[in-house]
Nanobody, 127 residues
Framework: QLQASGGGLVQVGGSLRLSCAAS????????MGWFRQAPGKEREFVAA????????VYGDPEKGRFTISRNDAMNTVLMLMNSLKPEDTAVYYC??????????????????????WGQGTLVTVSS
């Protein structure tokens, strides 16, 4: 089971660190991703990190502002979000991919690649 946490209310330009913890699974076996869904909008890709932790993939709006990392010893995946904007307001979800080898790790931007999703955490950025 995956559980996202760390969301909250933050002002424009502020920072938050989201955490995705797992129970019953060892996250080191999986590529991990973060997605978000704003009210009335479709779910969109935010960031992903490969099983090895060597490769990271980001959505264009998040490049340079968000940093995904993993702590396999703690069985968690983190995402540090800086310079937050009102358009970052959404429910954020973490998800696990199978950990297979991809020829193109941009495949991790596709929600359909993930087989397990956690409960979301709400991030609200106020202007």
């Amino acid at each position: 089971q995956l559980q996202a946490s760390g969301g909250g209310l933050v002002q424009v330009g502020g920072s938050l660190r989201l955490s995705c913890a797992a129970s019953g699974r060892t996250l080191s076996s999986y590529h991990m991703g973060w997605f978000r869904q704003a009210p009335g909008k479709e779910r969109e890709f935010v960031a992903a990190i490969t099983r090895s932790g060597i490769r990271t993939v980001y959505g264009d709006p998040e490049k340079g502002r968000f940093t995904i990392s993993r702590n396999d010893a703690m069985n968690t995946v983190l995402m540090l979000m800086n310079s937050l904007k009102p358009e970052d307001t959404a429910v954020y979800y973490c998800a696990a991919d199978s950990g297979r080898v991809y020829s193109d790790y941009n495949q991790l931007k596709l929600a359909g690649r993930y087989f397990h999703w956690g409960q979301g955490t709400l991030v609200t950025v106020s202007s």
